[in-house]
């Protein structure tokens, strides 16, 4: 496993851990002061700096990316409103590519109206094949442009609202499903918070392998936690065993950036982001 004590060189940033105290320009700024070579931004904080304003600064700074937040939420209530989440979903794949993103990472969406808290209807199952269907549509115009799509299963607890793919190998068959002959362009981002708990997760993660593995993101699960979304911990905090999983992970053949990503309203959010960037990278040498 890579030595992560003397160097964060793998640290990438996902620019939602420091969203309320910086603007993506500031972001990008902070990231020089404090060597970080790699973001992940969220396509607002893109659209809030304009995409080719985005680009230049990224590239004027010399960043790399490690994936773009987000694509997904396919399931809608209609077949027009399916339509246009997959247009959206054009549009963040040619955002990705002109950034020069490895990877669009895509939270896949749940029942319909349900982020909204009012959900169309309860079947999952429909869901799930809206799901399949999405993707296999998106990748094929994804593949025109060379921008591999990276499925992120999430916690269950955001079955409903956001996301019906909620296990490594949940998703990893729909990556089978959508590309059988394992052709490329499709994999998966792991992220700890959404799977540590899975007694399934290593043989899951050896299932990946190297061309599944398009991103790994790290931060922490606290006990007590107060928030279904905003209260993510720092690595270091919580009950996730971040090494081992890293270790899992390598071991399947990943080499790339570890993206540290903490949404934490309470806690992160409001501390100076210098902070927060310096113990990100105090605690990726010490807890990753
Ligand atoms: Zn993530």
């Known amino acids: 496993m890579r030595d992560f004590s003397r160097s964060h060189d793998a640290l990438s940033l996902n620019t939602a851990t420091v969203r309320k105290q910086w603007r993506l320009p500031e972001i990008v700024d902070a990231c020089a002061r404090h060597g970080i070579r790699t973001i992940a931004p969220w396509r607002d904080q893109v659209a809030d700096c304009g995409l080719a304003r985005a680009g230049e600064l990224i590239r004027a700074h010399g960043l790399a990316l490690s994936g773009y937040c987000r694509g997904g939420m396919f399931p809608a209530i209609d077949a027009a409103a399916r339509r246009a989440a997959l247009e959206d979903n054009f549009r963040a794949v040619d955002e990705a590519a002109a950034l020069g993103s490895p990877c669009l990472v895509l939270v896949v969406g749940g029942?319909?109206?349900?982020?909204?808290?009012?959900?169309?209807?309860?079947?999952?199952?429909?869901?799930?094949?809206?799901?399949?269907?999405?993707?296999?549509?998106?990748?094929?115009?994804?593949?025109?442009?060379?921008?591999?799509?990276?499925?992120?299963?999430?916690?269950?607890?955001?079955?409903?609202?956001?996301?019906?793919?909620?296990?490594?190998?949940?998703?990893?068959?729909?990556?089978?499903?959508?590309?059988?002959?394992?052709?490329?362009?499709?994999?998966?981002?792991?992220?700890?918070?959404?799977?540590?708990?899975?007694?399934?997760?290593?043989?899951?993660?050896?299932?990946?392998?190297?061309?599944?593995?398009?991103?790994?993101?790290?931060?922490?699960?606290?006990?007590?936690?107060?928030?279904?979304?905003?209260?993510?911990?720092?690595?270091?905090?919580?009950?996730?065993?971040?090494?081992?999983?890293?270790?899992?992970?390598?071991?399947?053949?990943?080499?790339?950036?570890?993206?540290?990503?903490?949404?934490?309203?309470?806690?992160?959010?409001?501390?100076?982001?210098?902070?927060?960037?310096?113990?990100?990278i105090a605690r990726f040498g010490s807890c990753v």
């Open 111 to 280: 029942l319909p109206g349900a982020l909204d808290g009012a959900p169309a209807h309860r079947d999952l199952g429909r869901a799930r094949g809206e799901v399949r269907d999405g993707v296999a549509a998106l990748l094929e115009y994804a593949r025109e442009a060379a921008m591999p799509l990276a499925i992120e299963p999430l916690h269950p607890m955001y079955a409903a609202d956001r996301s019906c793919v909620n296990t490594l190998e949940q998703a990893l068959d729909l990556c089978d499903a959508v590309d059988p002959g394992r052709g490329g362009g499709v994999g998966v981002a792991i992220d700890v918070y959404h799977v540590w708990w899975d007694p399934k997760l290593a043989a899951q993660v050896a299932r990946a392998g190297r061309d599944r593995i398009l991103a790994f993101h790290v931060c922490d699960w606290l006990v007590r936690t107060t928030d279904l979304l905003l209260d993510r911990g720092m690595m270091g905090d919580g009950v996730i065993d971040i090494p081992a999983i890293r270790r899992w992970v390598e071991g399947a053949g990943y080499r790339g950036a570890c993206e540290v990503e903490i949404f934490s309203a309470g806690n992160w959010w409001q501390r100076p982001g210098d902070e927060v960037l310096a113990t990100c």
